[in-house]
């Protein structure tokens, strides 16, 4: 086997982070006392093909600019208590650049944000606890590059319960199934396209444990990011086709409600 | 082959249409005198298994009240002009209740709705022309029970230009491909489920050609009316599962987030 | 809601069973005297819907005969230990009459047959085993035909451990994830369409227990059964098309491989 | 944007083609005198990520050692008149490899292949005409990797009718569909995996036409070829996990029928 050199951009990758539980909640801020987005960060810069910044909720716009997103390829999200305060036009913002090619990656208690159940198109819940119990997470799909570098199983030894029926629609493919010590089930790493865009969904995370701080749990984000970079072009769609550029060649017939650049004539 | 008698309940079906152009455009009049879901009407009362009403926009709350919306097995769904004053409150009501188990079923147009793009999460476009050119559609897989019934293929012979690429989901069954006479093709009749709810949307329906007096296209939509029927329970969930009710015997540890009930204690 | 009458015509199920360790090993015996299928079939037999016959191993033709198919709406196939044993003529057969519209429920070791493989494509297996362990079945997909009448899980008290990863197609519907009490995961029951035949497999059912008279697990097979029956018509393909039979008219150009009915002029 | 180096091992192709008509047809050898496999090769050969050797229906075991198969990154496959003279035991190898991570890209003819139908399960049946028609190739995915540097479609001047219902599993994937001058259509584009292994079909590529010296056709393969590339590991399954040896610490309870290796103690 040989090795050749090729050129490749960096995935610029921006962490999005809710980022309350950090600042209010000592027992968090001890796990991450510069937050889950600066946990993810340290992480990935150690990959020289990823750019990474972050984005809070409490930043203008929640840090999530035109350009920024215009200048990210893969974005993270973590949310839980403030859901409801990311700004329609935000989600609205994120929802249109998911489907122009951007990469989203949804953590944990992120499958109840407006951004993730306005890609889903249901409404994303599950059963849930939490105990602090046993969690082994199972490579379902090992030959998936999400599942890179990874052994059989793992066990995140402190978890909360995120248990079936888990109310997404059927994932194009599924990478991890959960087992829980209390004795449930869940699809905890899951794939799917929107346009031009993917969307991974990976259910560890609970605030309280340092899951972030796992080497595992690090690399299935890392490999996640790599899997949701864009890899084509966006539709160029809607457009109207005038009858003149039909690919054959053809006559229009009948009535039309639509003058000739598209627009409807009356309504 | 013997036959034997079971009960079966009625499928409920609710018509919903826009119901602009018929009163507006005289062509379409002409076409619809009574209107579009009228035509769909007095063709699925043929079916003895299926009861119908219809809904227009411009009855109070689009005359999809709560109530309405419990008594409807499946929904139909053509708009076009008039998207945007559909209310976001009815199109969340609608959404809520395909993913407790209505079907819906959304032709033509309606591709472009509210409620279609809030289902699917993707822009749902494509390319277009409105030029009354020849529509072929291809039965692409026969076993399919929204294709019983149906030959090989049908023509429309004139029908307004629906084109690839249509930025919808991957289908989990594509059931019609279309081809046109300016030489575009088309995913003309796609299959989904959005929790408990079925979802298919079916492309012919211009409503400057008559193709709803088509027998072709009414026998689809009656078939996917029977294929969209509710099929079996919703999930029960959020639903936080206290420990003492964990399936399998655990002690909580470490530090909670959340009360007993699953309510956060502080966020 | 009304009801009304409407002819049904009765599924026919043939039930296959290897039917060998039912009269090797007295344990199993004991649990099955009359075989895995004759269980099966007198719970089916209660239905009025179906009418059930069975067929196994050592009959001519393994019971499974051209004719016998031919009457067959929907198979049960049960082996373990002479998988090898099966001939692959009539495996051949079975495959052939799947993709012709009969559809099959591929029951616990039955992941092994040839038939399942060849109807998969994929190698179909996991990690197993026997250790008379606790495995819960999880209703992924409560608004699935298979899952009705069940409640959100239930408990199999002695099970053989099947485990992921399980090397099948991703599955277009998954319906049940199995937890077990060594730490085990499995999707343990999914669902594929092969041509004009659907394609369920259910991995509880292991010999030495006494999981066929579970109420539940029958439940899922009669379920099963009525979504696995035919549900449209077969593809009439391979055919030669001829130019003069093209849906547009258009004219020969250029050399031809083939004669006008199709067949090559040389190798 | 900035660049950065990473070492890249190449992606070692092998072209199997039958190599029949090019040899026997004269106009047929007249577009690919060395054979079609050549006629790719040396397109292929231009990418310094891909390293390209060939194989033959006549060299001994097809050409296809298992030492080869065991070098092979991505398998190409071309066959039509001799489909039946290729060795069980081949396809075997073959079949396994793909599942051992192999990707394979079957072109054209292929569709009625061995392997091709062993891997999908199904008949890949199709209907078909020679008559040298105009196709014209729709992205329906632009964001995928295989329509990469694609326009929005693009013309076989002459190509080979082949049109739906196509009998193959709902693929994971649709890429292209393509439109026929004649008033058919086909999904000319699709995608599966099958265990560790990928698998897209592509069917342009009828031997009496220079299809394979078009640019387009052959930036689909090369861009095919990079797709189906293998991604990541081989599940370590079939195998028996004994009970000291579970994730969780259990006992064994009652009877068992497999050794503690996992063999059968009697059939």
Known sequence: MRFIGVPVSA?????????VHERSTPAVAKIYPQGIHEAIRAFLSTDSEISVTTATLDEPEHGLTVERLANTDVLLWWGHAKHDEVSDEVVARVHARV?????????HSGHY???????????????????GERERVWIVNPAHEIAAGLAESFVIPQSEMYGEPFTIPEPDEVVFISWFEGGDVLRSGCC???GAGRVF????????????HQPEVLRVIRNAVHWARPRGATANVPRNVPIAEAAETIAGQGLQLHDSTGNLLSK
């Open 192 to 194: 799917w396209t929107r």
């Open 11 to 19: 995935i610029r990758v921006t962490i999005w982070n809710e980022f």
């Open 99 to 107: 489907n122009t090619g951007m990469g989203i990656v949804v953590l």
């Open 113 to 131: 944000s407006k951004i993730f159940k306005r890609l889903m198109g249901t409404t994303c819940a599950f059963r849930w606890r939490e105990a």
């Open 201 to 212: 969904y990976f259910s560890p995370g609970h605030e309280l444990y340092p899951i972030y």
